[in-house]
Nanobody, 125 residues
Framework: QVQLVESGGGLVQPGGSLRLSCAASGRTFSTYAMGWFRQAPGKEREFVARISWSGANTYYADSVKGRFTISRDNAKNTVLLQMNNLKPEDTAVYYC??????????????????WGQGTQVTVSS
């Protein structure tokens, strides 16, 4: 099992940058694939980005590709989401998630077993 805690959310102006951090506890953290999801008010939770256990494979939603970067440091038990050129439509609660690795990866929330409590990101002028 793994426990996840997100941090780094806040208020930022359009075009600004923010870095989210996911701190993980658990001796098996390095064996999990990790993902970031987000949920805006009145909308369903949507996939943002994922990274394999080794960090070699990453995948992004089209809406954030080229602006967001996911990375992980297994030695530090952390996963990061660097968000650049933020837009108002990026406003949401962002969740870190962990799940078993699988061929081809997964963008489905049901394939992730553990979730953090979320951190609020608000992009507004």
């Amino acid at each position: 099992q793994v426990q996840l805690v997100e941090s780094g959310g806040g208020l930022v102006q359009p075009g600004g940058s923010l870095r989210l951090s996911c701190a993980a506890s658990g001796r098996t953290f390095s064996t999990y694939a990790m993902g970031w999801f987000r949920q805006a008010p009145g909308k369903e939770r949507e996939f943002v980005a994922r990274i394999s256990w080794s960090g070699a494979n990453t995948y992004y939603a089209d809406s954030v590709k080229g602006r967001f970067t996911i990375s992980r440091d297994n030695a530090k038990n952390t996963v990061l989401l660097q968000m650049n050129n933020l837009k108002p439509e990026d406003t949401a609660v962002y969740y870190c998630a962990a799940g078993p690795g699988r061929p081809g990866g997964s963008q489905a929330s049901h394939d992730y077993d553990y979730w953090g409590q979320g951190t609020q990101v608000t992009v507004s002028s």
